[in-house]
């Protein structure tokens, strides 16, 4: 129930429009804090352009999404900074973002919300050691003096460096690839590459860690590893998911709380249990067209 | 090297693999219908006829199909690149062998003996053509960790030795080709093609208008040191200054394209500023160019026959040539120097970004890399070197004139990185020597009018035997003489990464 009491991320009235196509329609949800929160829904349902609107790779049509970094954020703070045209504000509960009016590099950066791609997206040529290093690009940025002081070899880049790799081999330690690390991300099998991508994307130390469907293409025993790997982060790391995933046995064992979208519309938002008896949910999936075959579905579930 | 194996490869003389000769035949009397069956010459009363060259049509077909059909075995396939290979060592080696001939003392012999040695062994454990199954490729990846541990000081001593060492064995005359002709002109390309292996194989940025910032920088220094009277040494780095200016005036506009659109427009930013430097005849002299620039001094000491030229200073006899090696080491610094920031980029997070970049942009961003900051980076610095290297052209010219920078310049550098291997320092070093110094040694290969005769004319066909070679290496050395990239970080080995995995940047 933390995405009742504590709200960490609040999509309010989100629409996203391609021309005369509206790809999520009027969208209101929240993302606890602590919590995994799922984003299920048939294909073509919206959920990717949810996702590209929160992490910035979109600019919503409408809408607000509001972003309590630290804590609970006040609805009168959450209008004062709409109204003043600033991106984000330091609240008396912590830093409060408007991701929809941030660039996506902000939103990484600043915000703390990392993504994974629903088709991997890993630096192939480069090693898996090196693509954990540049995830920590912009606190090494800044170590090496923006590269002036770097170049010349001062300051505490070497050291920041070391430490890098440090946090690096701590993740490949607990996703198992700690002897690829010198592999090219390319060579690595599937299953590996996404557990990769789960990572690279965590050394960016994300509030929120929003995943385009991390079990798309597993195998059973992968699939389960991936829910020890997503539990691990959130109660190690205190940090909330965000994912998207068809497989509904991930969804329904791992998930604290599940949206349901249809058509670019939420119909259904709540606990695994309460969204999996949800006669819209079923008729959803089982594509059923009015309202009165809706009420037949209905009908026999509970029957 | 794997086996290239061509797509189709039916057998030698089957049905299949004659039809497909007759196509290739066919194709090739097609194309060369136009240049060889037809020839205009004037007649006696100095009008054009035609005249019909058909068994000349025929034997090109003929050739065609016959070398089709031989590539058919795949032992001739293998053979063939021996043969090239051959050709090329052969060719070093011919040059080093009518170089010895010339009246060379001991010292001159030995330091030739081991730049051959070191040409040799690179090539050999970088370019030889063994297949991975072959049992000397192992050998070859050992003699690659040998070369890459010992050639890297032994080259560098030996650029470092080549100008006094041919000052000492040809004299003042004879040294002033080498050292010039040769020397100077490779490093300026060496220097020219590590600025742009920044844009383009790091950041993978496709830029097909290098050559604008090789012109800011070398009518820097032309303008601020005519007009203004300062010294080189601090228009080089105004110069520097400036080029990198119009790299990120370049940048901005051409953030949001990318590939064939970034080409087009870098390739049209390029013409631009030629043809600025062409009409803007109150500031540039138009065609005529700047002249008149100051020439270099030795830290004030210029290089004339006064008294307190560097000859008197140093009680030398005055000679142009100590000009001329005051030139080589000045650029050969430059260029040490650019290689030495980018090798250190490469291990800041800004190189490892740019990289990431040629990679995937859409994952940069996810990460929270500012990839417009990081292209421009990219561009500004690239032309920053370009900008130095203009400066250093200047100088060493004396003249200026926008003729000096048209595409065919951008083309050569592009050609040099992409020949070198996209990313690799040493590729894009040796693609220069090969591409600039090997159409240097054309101009006068000995071994060529032995073969075809007294009045081959070998500066003629250059251009032609360059085209082939370049053809032969898009086949079997796409990715460029040195097709691996090394990490710029490791936590037990460091191992090459395949360059079929490394992306090309999609602009």
Known sequence: ?303 | MAAAKPDGVAGFLSAASIRQSMLAALVAAGLAFPILALRAEPDLDNHLVLINRWPLLAWAAAIVFVGHQLAQIPQIGRALKWLLFGVGVLMVGSLIVSALRADFPIYGRLLLAALALTTGGTALAFAAPFDDAHPFAARQRALRAIVAKVAIPLGLLALFAFPLVMLAALGPAGSLKWINNYGVQILIYVMLGWGLNIVVGLAGLLDLGYVAFYAVGAYAYALLSTTFGLSFWICLPLAGVLAAFWGVILGFPVLRLRGDYLAIVTLAFGEIIRIVLINWTDVTNGNAGLSSIPRITFFGAPFTASDNGFAAMFGLEFSPIHRTIFLFYLILCLALLTNVVTLRLRRLPIGRAWEALREDEIACRSLGINTTNTKLTAFALGAMFGGFAGSFFAVRQGFVNPDSFTFMESATILAIVVLGGMGSQVGVAFAAAAMIGGTEILRELDLLKAIFGPDFDPAQYRMLIFGFAMVAMMIWKPRGLVSTRSPSIFLKERKAVAGALVGEGHG
Not at chain 1, 271 to 276: H, S, T
């Open chain 1, 1 to 303: 129930m933390r995405w009742r009491t504590d709200p960490l991320l609040c999509a309010e009235h989100l629409t996203m429009r391609f021309g005369g196509l509206t790809a999520v329609s009027d969208l209101s949800f929240v993302v606890g804090r602590g919590d995994i929160t799922a984003l299920i829904g048939p294909n073509g349902a919206g959920k990717t352009t949810v996702f590209n609107c929160i992490t910035g790779f979109y600019k919503p049509t409408e809408g607000r999404l509001a972003f309590a970094r630290q804590g609970i954020a006040d609805p009168d703070d959450v209008a004062t900074l709409t109204l003043s045209g600033r991106r984000s504000a330091r609240m008396r509960n912590g830093e409060l973002y408007l991701l929809e009016r941030m660039p996506d590099h902000e939103i990484a950066w600043r915000a703390r919300v990392a993504r994974t791609f629903q088709n991997i997206r890993l630096f192939s040529g480069m090693t898996v050691l090196e693509n954990l290093i540049v995830a920590q690009h912009n606190p090494l940025m800044l170590a090496s003096g923006m590269s002036l002081l770097g170049i010349i070899g001062v300051g505490p880049y070497r050291a920041r460096e070391r430490e890098a790799v440090q946090k690096a081999t701590y993740w490949l330690d607990r996703i198992g690839l700690i002897d690829r690390a010198d592999d090219p991300a390319g060579e690595l099998p599937y299953g590996a590459q996404r557990r990769l991508e789960i990572v690279r994307a965590m050394c960016t130390e994300p509030t929120l860690l929003c995943l385009d469907e991390p079990a798309a293409g597993l195998n059973p025993k992968e699939s389960s590893e991936l829910n020890a790997l997503l539990r691990m982060i959130r109660d190690e790391h205190g940090t909330s998911i965000l994912l998207i995933e068809h497989d509904m046995s991930v969804v329904m064992e791992i998930s604290d709380h599940v949206v349901v979208l249809d058509y670019g519309v939420k119909i259904s938002d709540g606990a695994p249990d309460e969204v999996r008896n949800d006669p819209k949910v079923i008729a959803a999936y089982l594509g059923v067209d009015d309202e009165a075959d809706v009420e037949s579905v209905v009908a026999e579930v509970t029957r």
